[in-house]
């Protein structure tokens, strides 16, 4: 465990927000182990609900880590 995370996305429908969780949790099971998924709703810029998703409870490192090999797969993400 640990106090950083990684955002994985802001997702349109919360149903969405936890498909995205789970597929990166199946992905990478060692970077994600002993984390947590938040689900955030916020308002978007142009006025729209988003689900914005977090996997908290992770180290620098293994935040750090997480978010690397969802960049080296094509995907996007922010270490918190």
């Given at each position: 465990g640990g106090t950083s995370g990684v955002q994985i996305g802001a997702f349109s429908t919360p149903n969405l927000a936890e498909r995205e969780y789970n597929?990166?949790?199946?992905?990478?099971?060692?970077?994600?182990?002993g984390g947590s998924r938040?689900?955030?709703?916020?308002?978007?810029?142009?006025?729209?609900t988003v689900y914005r998703t977090t996997?908290?409870?992770?180290?620098?490192?293994?935040?750090t880590g997480l978010c690397n090999a969802i960049k080296a797969s094509g995907g996007d993400c922010i270490v918190r």
């Open positions: 597929a990166v949790v199946g992905r990478y099971p060692a970077l994600t182990e938040r689900v955030q709703e916020v308002t978007a810029s142009n006025g729209s996997i908290t409870g992770l180290s620098r490192e293994r935040a």
